[in-house]
């Protein structure tokens, strides 16, 4: 399952720690390090994997994912991979071409979510980390570094 957030509101992005009522907000700010790094089935934490799907990973970036994004960071952070894609054009450019197809922007993003999860679910150590519990989350950026898209998928 993959879902989006505007970098710039936070709000469409939900809790970070999923909770139930009965949870104090001590444990939400700062939940044990048992919860954000559960031992997985082959061996380890989940932040064990994550760093070693990162190793794995950064020495392949820069790396070309299309004509027009490019993977140029990841960065393990316990339970989760964060990786930052450069997309070739700016804001205003995006807006443009949207415009003059007629496609709202709701639309693109709706795509974007889609292409981010088939690209983690297709690549064998994303799809790794994700079923063994992991989120790997794709900060999108234009040409000019301005915030686009944050995607995370936590389900292959």
């Known amino acids: 399952r993959a879902h989006a957030c505007i970098e710039s509101d ?21 939940p044990p390090f048992s919860e954000l790094c ?4 082959s061996g380890g934490t989940i932040c064990d994997l994550a760093k070693e799907v990162a190793a794995i990973i950064a020495p392949e970036l820069p790396k070309q994912l299309s004509n027009n994004m490019r993977a140029v960071s990841i960065i393990a952070l316990q339970n989760s ?10 804001e205003e450019h995006l807006n443009g071409r ?8 709701d639309v693109i993003d709706k795509r974007m ?6 690209l983690v679910c297709s690549d064998v150590d994303l ?8 989120v790997a989350g ?15 998928v936590s389900k292959c």
């Open 10 to 30: 936070y709000a469409d992005c939900g809790p970070l720690v999923e909770h139930s009522e009965s949870t104090n907000q001590d444990r939400l700010e700062n």
């Open 38 to 41: 559960p031992n997985i089935k």
């Open 81 to 90: 991979l964060n990786i930052k894609v450069r997309l070739a054009y700016t």
């Open 98 to 105: 949207l415009s003059d197809l007629g496609v709202s922007r």
């Open 113 to 118: 979510v889609s292409q981010t999860n088939n």
């Open 127 to 134: 799809e790794k980390f994700v079923l063994s519990g992991g």
């Open 138 to 152: 794709y900060r999108y950026v234009f040409s000019d570094g301005n915030a686009y898209l944050k995607i995370e």
